[in-house]
């Protein structure tokens, strides 16, 4: 059997349509999949860890130690911080 412009399906024109077909639901499959995974990845950062001091000055600027408390253990923090780049 011939088509319109003399390709015989039983050499290779079914082979071709059915290529055809399986993209047409591929792409759109695969787009959405790819929406969805970016989409679900958008809250998440890959922000580093918190250090102590930074924990340090969110305590302080929410109230929860006094201006004595930042101080001292800032000093001790950086002190420590010395101490081990030393060695």
Known sequence: MHNWNGWDW????????????????????????????????QGRTTKQPETAIELLEKAYARGEINRDEFLQKRHDLRDLGKTLHQE
């Open 10 to 41: 039983s050499y290779g024109g079914g082979f071709i349509m059915g290529f055809g077909m399986l993209l047409v639901w591929l792409i759109p499959l695969g787009l959405i999949i790819a929406l969805v995974m970016y989409l679900n990845n």
